[in-house]
């Protein structure tokens, strides 16, 4: 297993080590080639989206990204990463890779309250530390998107296929459950291409 993390801006530290933790390999990804290597999932962390997608487009990464993950390469998205992949941002004038059937709402709670924590459930599990630092949130899914978590009726965790976003940051809290949620998805995705092989 070898899952690549975007590494422009953000918690892309945090991630490498909860992969480290799962007993998972990963590597950093700053550049075109790093798209290239082999791997068997992305992970786009946090960051400003907005800031993060320029450097997307400024290294020509944006075609390569969309590619792989249309053609399947499980990915996961906290935070900005979210806004990234959302189909629609309803309170910006731009959307950016637009890979995933959902409108996410940028800085939804409010850029005052900077960042909080709370608890919930994310799939089955129940107790799973968020963590949110000026976060967005989704205000529609399309019918094939799997909501995985809501807090205060708004969605904060969604699946659509090989896709997976959360408005929070689980890299920032001691729980692995997210990060083997994804993990679990990155090898069904390893032994579907074995399959087809």
Not at 32 to 60: A, F
Not at 72 to 81: E, R, S
Not at 133 to 152: C, H
Not at 163 to 191: G, R, W
């Amino acid at each position: 297993m070898h899952i690549g993390i975007l590494a422009l801006q953000g918690a892309f530290i945090e991630h490498a080590q909860k992969l480290k933790d799962l007993g998972v390999d990963s590597f950093e990804i700053r550049k075109l080639d790093g798209l290239k290597q082999p791997m068997d999932g992305l992970i786009i962390p946090g960051g400003e989206s907005t800031t993060m997608y320029k450097l997307l487009v400024e290294l020509n990464m944006v075609d390569t990204i969309k590619q792989l993950i249309q053609n399947g390469l499980p990915v996961f998205g906290t935070c900005a990463g979210l806004i990234l992949l959302a189909n629609d941002v309803e309170n910006y004038k731009q959307s950016f890779l637009q890979t995933m059937n959902i409108t996410a709402r940028k800085n939804a709670y409010g850029r005052q309250l900077g960042s909080f924590r709370s608890t919930g459930q994310f799939d089955q599990a129940d107790n799973i530390p968020f963590v949110f630092i000026r976060a967005p949130y989704i205000t529609q899914v399309g019918p094939e998107v799997e909501v995985l978590s809501n807090l205060d009726d708004h969605i904060i965790a969604a699946r659509q296929g090989n896709q997976l976003v959360t408005a929070f940051h689980p890299e920032l809290t001691s729980d692995h459950i997210i990060h083997q949620y994804f993990v679990n998805m990155c090898e069904d995705y390893k032994k579907g291409i074995k399959k087809a092989e």
